[in-house]
Nanobody
């Protein structure tokens, strides 16, 4: 499985961005896909995840502001980020895991999100 992330950039506080993560390869083997982020000096943290069937999970810090979705084919996962705050600044990584695996196994390249005036 290969993951290709895109959509980062510079945005002012209160603005919006949408990240995309396109999967290729053995897509049918994927159960969960999600987004993590890592800010300078901090550990990588889960932002949002979506499980086959559509169940979603969000970090408390982004609930009500971010929305994760997956296209019908299961090829692409999106992260719509609204009401962005400076503390959302980080490198965002998309990840995926296969059925039966406990942890994400596959990672896309990071995409920088910077929220600053």
């Amino acid at each position: 499985v290969q993951l290709q992330a895109s959509g980062g950039g510079l945005v002012q506080p209160g603005g919006s961005l949408r990240l995309s993560c396109a999967a290729s390869g053995s897509i049918s083997s994927i159960s969960d896909m999600g987004w993590y982020r890592q800010a300078p000096g901090k550990q990588r943290e889960l932002v949002a995840a979506i499980i086959s069937g559509g169940r979603t999970n969000y970090a408390d810090s982004v609930k009500g502001r971010f929305t994760i979705s997956r296209d019908n084919a299961g090829n692409t996962v999106y992260l719509q980020m609204n009401s962005l705050k400076p503390e959302d600044t980080a490198v965002y990584y998309c990840g995926a895991r296969r059925w039966g695996k406990n942890a994400y196994e596959f990672w896309g390249q990071g995409t920088q999100v910077t929220v600053s005036s």
